[in-house]
């Protein structure tokens, strides 16, 4: 009896794993689709890279010498906002530990060096998914232009 028990837990947790990763795949499909129209709609020369994360990026501005790392403390100015235009987050000047930021973050920071700016778009499973924060509702795709003005390790 043990045995079977232990056999239908398996069964159950495999399919409940099926279920999200189709989930995950269905929102990154849907993601993809808002941040294609978005490009389309709102930026006039586009020329964004698709990172194999499903970011899109675009260094608007080149800087120079050493890119950080994914635990370098990063010091930027940024402007957050959602595909709608509101703004939910902008800071003239912080300093942010990267690897306690989203994930999109962590992945298109390194992309840069010091006084160069990037604008990404980041999906919402590298974002805050499901769970939302604040004025950030769930599934939200972001956008975020972000001058990196420095970094130490």
């Known amino acids: 009896m043990k045995k079977y028990l232990l056999l239908l837990s398996v069964v159950i947790m495999g399919l409940s794993a099926c279920r999200k990763s189709d989930v995950t795949a269905e929102q990154a499909a849907v993601d993809d689709a808002k941040i294609q129209a978005y490009i389309k709609a709102n930026i006039v020369n586009p020329n964004f890279t698709k990172d194999p994360s499903g970011i899109y990026y675009q260094v608007v501005k080149p800087g120079t010498g050493a890119y950080p790392s994914a635990?370098?403390?990063?010091?930027?100015?940024?402007n957050g906002k959602l595909l709608?235009?509101?703004v939910f987050?902008?800071?003239?000047n912080t300093q942010l530990l990267l690897s306690q930021t989203i994930k999109g973050w962590q992945i298109v920071l390194p992309k840069?060096?010091?006084t160069?700016?990037?604008t990404f778009i980041?999906?919402?499973a590298l974002a805050y998914g499901v769970a939302g924060s604040g004025a950030i509702?769930?599934?939200?795709?972001?956008?975020?232009?972000?001058?990196?003005?420095?970094?130490?390790?």
């Open 116 to 118: 160069g700016r990037i």
């Open 137 to 153: 509702p769930t599934n939200a795709v972001l956008v975020f232009t972000v001058d990196l003005i420095g970094f130490y390790n």
């Open 84 to 86: 709608n235009g509101t």
């Open 71 to 78: 635990t370098s403390t990063v010091q930027v100015v940024y």
């Open 89 to 92: 987050d902008s800071n003239p």
């Open 112 to 114: 840069i060096n010091p």
């Open 122 to 124: 980041v999906p919402s």
